[in-house]
């Protein structure tokens, strides 16, 4: 057998038996130099044949600093782990301390120095800069939902730009975590059209085991529509105000939507989306996944005709705390989106059944849509004349 025979078994037979990196015994990049220098070849008591290209070594043995970094990381995951089943008892605080003391033991063990700062979350991002490489998939992984849990973005945006959690999106999507999904499309900027493809599969048509993770999203969706409400009730005007406008926008984006299309309205109101990004989502989309986005974008349209007053409320997450008000596509936005799939894919979504009648639907709240345009614009000219009427009996 020649040698790249070998190497060629060898990798297809990896490629086989691929091992999960989370449950892997060696879950960090050794350090091959140490392994390496201790190799020998194996004695063997019978005749050696020279002509072989490979021989059998022995005295593979991993590093003594390796050897540690990994039992800490086996360490700090079985003792994160356990905190996290108190979820009430565990803040933002004693998980910064847990993983600064747990990074500083890496940046002693491999003898790089960190100088301490003010706030433990600056410390523990430097630390977590500068020990990116030591750290394995398992550990990352369980610090990346932690920081998202607790909403700790300064350390989620250290390992996204140490590329640490590269495969951020898959490995949620994989998990079936709904709500950490979410919470990245909310505060993460940089998403790549790849992954964002990926979230749009998910929540158009979700995966069994999704369910519990997306109805989270939908209990702080009806959270904050109750409190908008609650809000109504205040004794201050400008509130009430306030609080109504808000009450009716989180109203139509919560009736009559399903908890997985609650999740894709974080990625139509997402900076991380534009037309161009949209237009190559769209053409990794199966024709099932297509027609799902338009009954979508179709009962935003519906919505929208029903209550024209409900318009976009920037104040009211300041405010009043609705941060939810951000994450309502707005009508522009709907119809823009809704354009680009008819004018890209109208040939082929016209051959099923379903999308014709989606469209005999779409087509009657456009015009109505349209009409309403048509009256506010000839409305807009009239006050504007009746504007300069009133300056030239002024003058």
């Not at 700090?76 to 089943?85: A, M, Q, R, S, Y």
């Not at 400008?238 to 974080?266: N, P, Q, R, W």
């Not at 989606?358 to 349209?370: F, P």
Request: hydrophobic share 40%; proline share 2%; net charge neutral.
């Amino acid at each position: 057998m020649s040698l790249l025979e070998i190497i060629t078994r060898a990798a297809a037979a990896a490629a086989a038996d691929s091992v999960n990196v989370e449950s892997s015994k060696y879950p960090i990049i050794l350090n091959a130099n140490s392994i390496l220098t201790d190799l020998k070849p194996e004695k063997n008591h019978g005749t050696e044949d020279d002509t072989k290209l490979i021989k059998r070594v022995q005295g593979w043995k991993i590093s003594e600093i390796d050897t540690e970094i990994i039992e800490s990381g086996n360490k700090f995951i079985k003792n994160l782990n356990k905190k996290l089943k108190n979820p009430k008892s565990f803040d933002s605080n004693e998980f910064l301390g847990f993983l600064n003391s747990f990074l500083k033991k890496i940046c002693g063990k491999v003898g790089v120095s960190v100088k301490d700062d003010d706030s433990i979350t600056a410390s523990s991002c430097l630390m977590l800069e500068k020990c990116a490489g030591y750290i394995g998939k398992n550990v990352s992984s369980l610090i990346l939902e932690t920081s998202i849990r607790l909403e700790i973005w300064e350390v989620l945006r250290t390992l996204i730009e140490k590329r640490v959690c590269k495969d951020l999106i898959e490995n949620l999507v994989k998990k079936r975590r709904s709500d950490l999904l979410c919470l990245c499309i909310k505060h993460v900027a940089d998403i790549q059209s790849s992954d964002l493809v990926s979230l749009f599969k998910y929540f158009l048509t979700p995966p069994k085991g999704s369910r519990d993770t997306m109805m989270n999203v939908r209990k702080d969706w009806e959270k904050q529509a109750n409190l908008a409400i609650d809000k109504i009730g205040e004794q201050q005007n400008h509130i009430k105000v306030l609080a109504k406008e808000a009450s009716i926008l989180l109203m139509i984006a919560y009736d009559g939507f399903t908890s997985s299309e609650l999740c894709l309205h974080y990625l139509f109101a997402s900076s991380n989306l534009d037309q161009l990004t949209f237009s190559f989502c769209l053409s990794r989309l199966s024709g099932t996944e297509m027609l799902s986005l338009i009954m979508y974008l179709g009962k935003w349209l519906k919505k929208y005709e029903k209550f024209p007053q409900a318009a976009p409320c920037p104040r009211a997450a300041k405010k009043l705390g609705l941060e939810a008000c951000d994450w309502v596509p707005e009508l522009k936005s709907v119809v823009k989106y809704l354009g680009v799939v008819l004018d890209e894919h109208f040939s082929k979504l016209v051959l099923y059944t379903e999308f014709q009648d989606e469209l005999r639907l779409i087509d009657g709240v456009v015009k109505s849509l349209a009409c309403g345009a048509t009256l506010c614009c000839s409305i807009a000219d009239i006050v504007e004349n009746l504007k300069v009427e009133v300056e030239r009996q002024k003058d």
